[in-house]
């Protein structure tokens, strides 16, 4: 049976796996495109305004995530997510449709609101289903679907060069509506055994008031630490996803169409080791043994970025350019597995969507920031110095992060 008590959970994982690939894939592929969108829209030959484009979504995506994160604490985390999904793969077919610079910037902003309505969601709804002894395993899966996301996003330019860039957003958001419909028929939301109490056939969320429930999250000291070590990461991280397309085909010498595909899947082969085989098993085997297991994992996983941020930013042989983008992609795979179970430890579950949600909205702010300062390093020939700088930052996240996180249990449960 696919609901089995049993394998259901891992169901679950596999099913939003495939929405976070979605996800990842109908923002990246425009990061691939730019050469073929700027023959048909002029305003897209400067990077800074290509940049901005980047950016306006994570602003908006910024802004949306702790309103999503509060939303998905008190609403039907299934119904959220289908209708997420939805909504921006309509938006992505949209996108094909564009025949101005503010046409894209405005679906682009729309794109924001729809997707900052997921990750919450799913991630939540997730670390409901898992235990200690898998959640990280379990996330860092569900991070590969963002990875993969990623990899197949860099085709966007390859699909334009032998089709269209407006042929492009249409099939990549044809896939995301029709997925929606499978979501409909197979996910199934979390019940508490408080909630299956109240009906076998009805879901009814739990809801903690807004205030108090703020309040509890702000008075963590540790949350603050988190909010820090997540975002500081989080520079790299979106420069990567945004911009190292452009930075392969500049380092190596590569037409777009080629660096597109072999970055963005050199990191996500990479992150998927790093996640699923490296971060999430030896995070789930160390915390039983050590509560801080999942931080230290987390932390090492950290120490391999600062290194590899260097050798992108300066290098310019292929083994040296490959070689340094696998060492990131595994290293972030460690970090990005780790992030959910780490909250998992201190914020209870029916607060976990909107904790993640100001996460969530300070990481995206510093990627937006970074995206849109990579772009002017670009414009003025100083590409590889503005990526190799943000290895310093990295570096003051891990050692706020091996400083202050200190949990005292697996799961957190909060007030009883």
């Excluded at 042929?167 to 896939?175: K, L, N, R, V």
């Amino acid at each position: 049976m696919l609901s089995s008590k049993k394998n259901y959970p891992w169901i679950v994982v596999g099913l939003l796996s495939i929405v976070a690939l979605l996800n990842y894939m109908d923002r990246q592929m425009l990061s691939t495109m730019q050469n073929s969108m700027k023959i048909d829209i002029a305003e897209l030959n400067k990077a800074e305004s290509f940049g901005f484009l980047m950016a306006v979504f994570m602003y908006i995506y910024g802004i949306m995530s702790p309103i999503a994160g509060t939303i998905a604490d008190r609403v039907n985390r299934k119904w959220l997510i289908v209708g997420s999904l939805f909504v921006w793969s309509a938006v992505t077919y949209g996108m094909g449709l564009a025949t101005t610079y503010n046409q894209l910037l405005g679906l682009r902003a729309f794109m924001g609101v729809s997707e900052a309505l997921y990750i919450p969601a799913g991630l939540s709804l997730i670390t409901d289903y898992h235990t200690g002894k898998t959640r990280s395993l379990a996330v860092g899966i569900h991070m590969t679907g963002l990875y993969l996301g990623q990899a197949l996003g860099g085709f966007g330019d390859t699909v334009a060069e032998k089709f269209s860039w407006h042929t492009a957003f249409h099939w990549f958001g044809i896939i995301g509506i029709i997925y929606s419909v499978v979501l409909i028929l197979f996910l199934k939301e979390r019940k508490s055994d408080e909630q299956k109490s109240i009906s076998d056939m009805i879901y009814k969320p739990l809801k903690m008031p807004l205030k108090k429930g703020l309040a509890m999250i702000f008075s963590m000291s540790a949350f603050w630490v988190i909010l820090f070590y997540f975002a500081a990461p989080s520079l790299p991280g979106w420069a990567i996803k945004n911009w190292i397309p452009t930075l392969f085909s500049d380092s190596l010498q590569i037409s777009m169409s080629k660096a597109g595909p072999l970055s963005t899947a050199v990191i996500a082969a990479s992150s998927f080791v790093g996640a699923v085989f490296i971060g999430g098993p030896i995070s789930d085997k160390w915390v039983q043994k050590n509560l801080r297991g999942r931080v230290y994992t987390s932390a090492i996983g950290l120490s391999l970025t600062i290194p590899s941020l260097i050798l992108l930013g300066y290098g310019h042989s292929f083994m040296v350019v490959i070689g340094a983008a696998i060492l990131f992609g595994v290293g972030y795979g460690m970090f990005d597995a780790n992030n959910m179970p780490i909250l998992c430890q201190f914020v209870p579950s029916k607060l976990r969507a909107t904790a993640y949600g100001f996460m969530n909205m300070v990481g995206i702010f510093a990627g937006a920031a970074v995206t849109q300062v990579l772009g002017k390093f670009k414009d003025i020939g100083n590409f590889g110095f503005g990526f190799a700088i943000l290895s310093v930052i990295v570096l003051l996240a891990l050692i706020v992060q091996l400083s202050f996180l200190r949990p005292k249990t697996i799961d957190y449960v909060g007030e009883q």
